[in-house]
């Protein structure tokens, strides 16, 4: 019944209705008809009475009946008050001429007419094998009390019955046709919003809903399509305001450095952020909805599964920490969290190896100042116990000795100095910096260098004599001259250095070459990290310690800078520096 439209449950509920009123009113209609009839039958016998009852004999008054027989419909006795037959024509024709019981004949309906003036029955006739309704009438002739009876077969009272309960079902069947048509036009016409109003609300998006003409606004429909109008409007700003939220969260997510993956309670792939499946090794493509792997994926997917696991079977919040070596050594660190019972869970995967890095860095930077700082230190107190132990030594010898003393006194301060360098770029206060003509700096190097190593070659070229760049001026010519020092020291005399200096739309280029013994590709990458030499006793024997280009790449980056090497074993090596323009302000 629930499966049924609105439209069909009216139709069902009418022809119930209808099949209900039809079984109520059937067996009124027998009775009604019994009741008619009766009454009819009571007019034609009165009638009759009225016709013999002045009749000068009880022969006349017979012969009358007779006469009358041919224009009444129904069976008709008359019987005196002893209950003595007079006359039935019927009786007459089935017995012949002298069949007339003259016994007193017992029956009910004579003797409630006699009693009461009117008697009926329906019954059993007692001489024919009939059911019959009997309606007797008591009249007095001639002083004495006379029951006229009139018998009607019930056979057809029933046809009478039956004649007119097909009429009455074919009437009224005729009218719940016509009933149903009607109905039918009017729920169409009724129903024509309804369609309408369903027909745009399944659209996407759901327009605005104009009624037919004809419906005026303040009608129920009227009223609902204005409601539903709003409400799809609300619906339609809801929709955009939480399309828009999620995108916003969504790119938030894309955009973390985090990987974010979030499951379903039964582990299946609910989201992951394109970091997180990287991480994972997975493709969310494939798995979004899915269940995550349980075997033949990454270590990280793994531990991040049973995190996953174990957030929501003890409904709070878990971490764990991961160190993966792929080639090089990658730490994670992970925190899942349950989203509610039974709701799943989430979890962030953090690439901590630049963490590690930095701490590493750290332990590594200390070690090696120790070193670089011890060596020199023990040198020198080799040569101060040599000079303790040998009083008498010769002068040649002693100048040896502490020419060694004073070049390792030199190194420890060239160190001591670099590490001071080190300290104080990591934040250069804003008041050093200075509006600075690039070309002109970089001129100045260029004469301070050949002060020191005269035969050394050193060309320029440029696109404009002023490129202004805002720099710490004395930190951008120690950068140039680390730069000018490692062509040297790297490079077999004479020195040839090329310096081009290309002044761009927003920024400079500047390129300085050499033509020394350049550098392996394997080394490029860690050329700018701290304390770094391609070869360590080649560094140490010209008093380096590796600390320049890392004191350079600071510098240029202190700078807003980018700083690149390309180089070639045995050809030459280029370091191109690219640095802001410096603004309209002096
Ligand atoms: N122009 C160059 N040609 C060839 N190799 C170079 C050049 N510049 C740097 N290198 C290599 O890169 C390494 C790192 O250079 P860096 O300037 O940091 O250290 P250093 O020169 O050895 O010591 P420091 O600069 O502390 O005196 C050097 O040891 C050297 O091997
Ligand atoms: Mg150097």
């Not at 050329?527 to 770094?532: H, L, M, N, Q, S």
Request: glycine share 6%.
């Amino acid at each position: 019944m629930n499966r049924l439209s609105f439209r069909q449950k009216i139709f069902f509920y009418q022809l119930l209705l209808f099949f209900v009123f039809i079984l109520l009113l059937f067996p009124m209609i027998e009775q009604a008809v019994k009741q008619i009839m009766r009454n009819s039958l009571e007019e034609r016998v009165q009638d009759l009475i009225e016709k013999i009852q002045d009749a000068p004999s009880e022969r006349e008054m017979v012969q009358r009946l007779k006469d009358q027989e041919f224009f009444i419909f129904f069976r008709i006795t008359l019987i005196n008050s002893k209950g003595e037959l007079l006359y039935d024509e019927s009786v007459r024709q089935y017995f012949g001429e002298k069949y007339i019981p003259n016994f007193p004949l017992s029956l009910p309906e004579v003797e409630e007419a006699l009693r009461k003036g009117k008697g009926y029955r329906e019954g059993e006739s007692q001489i024919f094998v009939e059911q019959f309704a009997y309606l007797a009438l008591a009249f007095d002739f001639q002083r004495a009390t006379y029951v006229l009876r009139a018998a009607l077969p019930l056979s057809q009272v029933h046809e009478l019955t039956k004649s007119f309960e097909i009429g009455f079902l074919l009437f009224s069947s005729s009218v719940l046709l016509i009933f149903s048509g009607i109905l039918w036009l009017v729920f169409n016409r009724l129903s024509r919003p309804i369609q309408q109003i369903t027909r745009a609300i399944k659209q996407d998006p759901i327009p605005e809903i104009v009624l037919p003409k004809g419906i005026r606004e303040e009608d129920d429909f009227g009223r609902l399509a204005k409601t539903l109008n709003s409400l799809s409007e609300r619906i339609h700003s809801q929709i955009k305001y939480l399309t828009e939220e999620r995108n916003e969260k969504e790119a938030i997510l894309e955009s973390l450095g985090e990987g974010v993956i979030a499951v379903d309670a039964e582990m299946h792939l609910h989201y992951a952020n394109l970091v997180g499946s990287k991480m994972a090794g997975f493709s969310r493509k494939g798995l979004i909805g899915k269940p995550l792997p349980k075997q033949g994926n990454t270590p990280l997917l793994e531990r991040a599964r049973a995190l996953l696991e174990l957030c929501q079977e003890q409904g709070r919040i878990v971490t764990d920490s991961i160190s993966l070596t792929n080639g090089k050594k990658i730490y994670f660190d992970l925190i899942a969290a349950p989203k509610g019972k039974g709701r799943g869970a989430i979890i962030v995967l953090q690439d901590k190896s630049s963490h590690y890095k930095v701490l590493e860095m750290g332990k590594d930077f200390v070690a090696n100042a120790s070193h670089e700082l011890r060596t020199p230190i023990t040198i020198i107190r080799g040569f101060a116990e040599t000079l303790q132990d040998l009083p008498e030594i010769s002068s040649e010898m002693l100048m040896d000795i502490t020419e060694k003393i004073v070049r390792n006194c030199q190194r420890m301060d060239t160190l001591v100095k670099n590490l001071l360098t080190l300290s104080d770029i990591e934040n250069i206060p804003e008041r050093r910096f200075k509006k600075c003509n690039l070309p002109a700096l970089i001129d100045n190097c260029r004469h301070l260098l050949l002060s020191v190593y005269s035969d050394t070659q050193i060309t320029v070229e440029k696109n404009r004599e002023e490129i202004y760049v805002s720099v710490d001026p004395d930190l951008l010519e120690l950068a140039i001259m680390n730069l000018f020092d490692n062509a040297v020291k790297y490079s077999l005399p004479p020195t040839h250095i090329a310096i081009t200096i290309q002044q761009e739309e927003e920024d400079v280029k500047i390129s300085i070459k050499d033509h020394g013994i350049g550098i392996p590709p394997t080394d490029l990458e860690q050329i700018f990290e701290r304390f770094y030499t391609v070869n360590k006793a080649h560094s140490r024997r010209l008093g380096g310690a590796g600390l320049g280009l890392s004191i350079v790449k600071t510098i240029i980056e202190k700078h807003d800078g980018t700083i690149f090497v390309s180089s070639e074993v045995g050809v030459g090596t280029t370091f191109l520096i690219t640095l802001p323009l410096a603004g309209e302000t002096p």
